[in-house]
């Protein structure tokens, strides 16, 4: 009885420590020690028939049971050890990172030379103290012309033809019917600048365009004067184009008066690059601004004009091609 309990042990052993030798998975670990060493397990159940020894030969057997619990528990850790390393390598080995690879190339963007103008000249006059304002493109006859001084039968509005639509309104042709929205829902003082999209009915060629972008600007305050005006346009121009030579030369727009037009010396030419004026008393009547209170200053100015001088462009329609090779170079 004896030697087979005995025996029973050892074959515990041996067999127990096949069987963790073989686990591959740390679940089937944690069966196996269940099986052997639980409560309810193998080597619990031998202990249990411990009863039937005699009293002396009781303790031999207590401790040939407890080197074969030793020796059962050693092999669950050494295997545990393996496994757990084994998991943490397989990890390691699935999220290694090959730097190597070719990278996912994403073009890099660029901001387009009208946008890069616009940026600029609404930064500057950021500087000086305007609020930037913006209008629709769809506009009244009221807003483009008739509140900027130009009634219906004016010959000003020859010079800006542009696309009617059928309800009567029509696509602004300058940015200056926002200087009316803005005063209609502002006081003065107001200092203002307004970017935006504009239309006019022109033939398509190297320097016009039937879409193009506008720069308003409009000043109103109690003692605005002509060297107000001037002096902001000279410090504008300097910001953006640099300290070069410019000059106010007489013209005329139906909603400024007087009116002129600015020129820059650009490479030995004078280039026109600007009207302005003071604002024409009916045009602060017009949105109900004392005339007597107030003066104002105004002025507009295109984007592609400035751009095509800035960066030497040779064709508007170039402005608007999309063409990469061309783009790249801003
Ligand atoms: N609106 C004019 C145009 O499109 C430009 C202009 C001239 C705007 C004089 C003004 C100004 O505010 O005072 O040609």
Same mark, same amino acid.
């Given at each position: 009885?004896?030697?087979? &309990?005995?025996?029973?042990?050892?074959?515990?052993?041996?067999?127990?420590?096949?069987?963790?030798?073989?686990? +591959?998975?740390?679940? @089937?670990?944690? /069966?196996?020690?269940?099986?052997?060493?639980?409560?309810?397990?193998?080597?619990?159940?031998?202990?249990?028939? %411990?009863? $039937?020894? #005699?009293?002396?030969? @009781?303790?031999?057997?207590?401790?040939?049971?407890?080197?074969?619990?030793?020796? &059962?528990?050693?092999?669950?850790?050494?295997?545990?050890?393996?496994?757990?390393?084994?998991?943490?390598?397989? $990890?390691? +080995?699935?999220?290694?990172?090959?730097?190597?690879?070719?990278?996912?190339?994403?073009?890099?963007?660029?901001? *387009?030379?009208?946008?890069?103008?616009?940026?600029?000249?609404? =930064?500057?006059?950021?500087?000086?103290?305007?609020?930037?304002? $913006?209008?629709?493109? %769809?506009?009244?006859?009221?807003?483009?012309? /008739?509140?900027?001084?130009?009634? !219906?039968?004016?010959?000003?509005?020859? %010079?800006?033809?542009?696309?009617?639509?059928?309800?009567?309104?029509?696509?602004?042709?300058?940015? #200056?019917?926002?200087?009316?929205?803005?005063?209609?829902?502002?006081?003065?003082?107001? @200092?203002?600048?307004?970017?935006?999209?504009?239309?006019?009915?022109?033939?398509? +060629?190297?320097? *016009?365009?039937?879409?193009? *972008?506008?720069?308003?600007?409009?000043?109103? =305050?109690?003692?605005?004067?002509?060297?107000?005006?001037?002096?902001?346009?000279?410090?504008?121009?300097?910001?953006?184009?640099?300290?070069?030579?410019? @000059?106010?030369?007489? #013209?005329?727009? !139906?909603?400024?008066?007087?009116?002129?037009?600015?020129?820059?010396?650009?490479?030995?030419?004078?280039?026109?690059? %600007?009207?302005?004026?003071?604002?024409?008393?009916?045009?602060?009547?017009?949105?109900?601004?004392?005339?007597?209170?107030?003066?104002?200053?105004?002025?507009?100015?295109?984007?592609?004009?400035?751009?095509?001088?800035?960066?030497?462009?040779?064709?508007?329609?170039?402005?608007?091609?999309?063409?990469?090779?061309?783009?790249?170079?801003?």
């Amino acid at each position: 009885m004896t030697n087979s &309990l005995e025996a029973q042990l050892l074959e515990l052993r041996e067999e127990g420590e096949k069987a963790i030798a073989r686990a +591959d998975t740390l679940e @089937r670990l944690e /069966e196996l020690r269940v099986s052997y060493l639980g409560k309810k397990g193998q080597l619990g159940a031998l202990l249990r028939s %411990m009863g $039937q020894l #005699s009293a002396e030969e @009781r303790p031999k057997f207590g401790a040939i049971a407890n080197t074969v619990k030793e020796a &059962l528990q050693n092999s669950l850790d050494q295997q545990r050890a393996v496994l757990e390393g084994a998991k943490i390598q397989a $990890q390691l +080995d699935a999220e290694t990172l090959d730097v190597t690879m070719p990278g996912i190339y994403r073009p890099q963007g660029r901001v *387009h030379p009208l946008n890069g103008i616009i940026d600029k000249a609404l =930064d500057i006059f950021v500087g000086l103290g305007y609020t930037v304002a $913006q209008g629709p493109e %769809m506009e009244t006859d009221y807003y483009n012309f /008739e509140a900027l001084n130009t009634p !219906p039968d004016h010959p000003a509005r020859d %010079m800006q033809d542009t696309f009617y639509l059928p309800d009567g309104n029509l696509l602004r042709t300058h940015t #200056s019917s926002v200087q009316i929205r803005y005063m209609e829902t502002e006081e003065p003082p107001i @200092r203002v600048v307004a970017p935006g999209r504009v239309y006019r009915r022109d033939n398509v +060629d190297a320097t *016009h365009s039937a879409v193009f *972008h506008q720069i308003e600007l409009l000043a109103i =305050d109690e003692g605005l004067t002509f060297t107000d005006l001037k002096g902001t346009i000279k410090i504008f121009l300097q910001a953006m184009f640099g300290d070069l030579p410019i @000059r106010f030369r007489a #013209s005329y727009f !139906p909603f400024t008066e007087p009116s002129a037009e600015v020129d820059l010396q650009w490479n030995g030419r004078w280039l026109e690059v %600007m009207g302005c004026g003071m604002v024409d008393p009916n045009v602060l009547k017009a949105v109900g601004y004392d005339p007597e209170l107030y003066t104002g200053f105004a002025a507009g100015f295109g984007v592609e004009r400035f751009a095509m001088v800035l960066h030497q462009i040779d064709d508007i329609r170039r402005l608007y091609a999309s063409d990469l090779r061309f783009l790249q170079q801003f």
